[in-house]
């Protein structure tokens, strides 16, 4: 069994520029105080820097906003973690980063669980499967100045996220269901997820198969096809082929057409050209020897050669127009043979889609092709429909040898066993701290409410911790982490009962288990460990240890943002 062990501990207000460095002994720290000065502050902020969020946090000490580094070690591997309000971030032993984060039940929270072997796995109230935040595995650690001295399993806060997790998290920690039972069960919801997915699929495979299966249509006699593959061949051959060269003549009609609406556009400026001309020399022949432009009113001569010259214009404008009609005549003729060519194309291709059309009896070729490939998707579906019958078999099959594994951890005489020893340790830990007048039945169960009232209920709750943590001692598969109990003297004991109850604390905690302690007084009491007094009303914090720590965690914090 692992266990976490608290090295140093560093608060640093940057608001109020003060810090304070606290030095934690491997077997017992006992941090001494009056009330108000901040000894309970100190004592919440440990699990705190782990993501957990302690109950009546002083309005001061939030006030603060202090910034908390804890340096701690897992077996031989050492560690750091920092809090700045929600931001985390673990650093190895060289304070290198490891990683960070900015929030607990999917941040800091699942990091930790695999640091710390925590593998038990919750549905919360969504019913989403989520590893239950820190708070849940440092709860038996951690017995708060207030809340745990009145109910047990209560010392932090927002414990409401999961609806029924007291006996879970009971069962977890004290080993009757260990991390391979829920390692396990994890394993089943994952099957089980496959097989909602499969089924799912199936489903809508079977909806399609259905669907399909009601649209073949059973007067369509069942050929074999083959006797039309090499007609069906020869047709997209021919199909092909025709589109082709259907687009292809298509494109040469348009661009003779426009070849021919060119040469008429060209016909015209000649025709227009010549009407022109023939007006020109008409108008000269009329006149004598010189002539008066029109336009603007120059004198030009009216010779023979003026007149011949216009004459040979207007013939050059006639053997253009007789080449222009020879070219549109020739250009006319190619259209209609294209023409001719595109709706013998056409007719090819009616002939296509009348063979499309044949019939077998009352039947055309075109329904047996389709109603075949419907019976080819239908068969298609059947087989999917069979592989994901077989893969939701195979799910089923693991689940079934996963829960005859778990039949193991489940096991009644096991399961007694341990609540035998947590009955006996509470009768043994009740005697020691004289609560006598305690029924058995109010304390039998493992997970149950301890009632008892006055000055006996703080030392009844303190056998029941005590209890409980033995019992994890012994059985927890997970890493076994310090243990913080914050005033212990509740409900005004007399000084007999004050030292039974610091004796038992001392004395009876688990074998090797590191024991922070926060207390007003402890006289008399001999351990093996350190005593941290803070004298200071008002004020955890010192203005002398700023400089040092306040250096050291900027440094922390300049890395994260490399």
Known sequence: MKRLVLKEMKLLSFKEEKAKRITFHPNITVIKGDNHTGKSSLIKSIYWAFGTEPKDIHPNWKAANAIVLVDFSIGKDDYSILRKERFFAVFDANKKVIATFNGITNGIGPFLAGLLDYKIVLNDKKGEALIPP?????????????ASWNNNWSGFDRLTQFSNWRNDIVNYHTGIRPNEYYEINASIRNHKKEISELETQR???????TKIDSQINDDVVSIDTEQFKKEIDELLVNYEALNKKGAELKQRIIELENHKLHIEEQITIVQRAMSELKLDLEYANEQTDSVECPTCGNIYENSFAERFAIAKDEDTCKDLLISLDGEWEEVRKQIVYEYKVYNENNIEANNIRSILSKKQGAIQLKDIILNEGKREMKSLMEKEVSKLSNDIYSHEQKIDGLKEELKAYEDRKRQKQIKDRYLNLMHSNLLKLEVLTMEEKSY????????????????ALLAYYYSILQVIKENTTSTFCPIIIDSPNQQDQEKSNLDKILSFIVENKPEDSQLILGLVEMENIEFDGETIILDKKHSLLRENEYPTISKEIKSLLAKCDE
């Open 203 to 209: 489903s809508i495979s079977g909806n399609i198969m």
């Open 134 to 146: 820190p708070a849940y595995f440092f709860l038996p650690y951690y017995i708060d100045q207030d």
């Open 444 to 459: 039998k169960k493992i997970t149950s409410k301890i009632n008892e009232s006055g000055s006996g209920k703080p030392r």
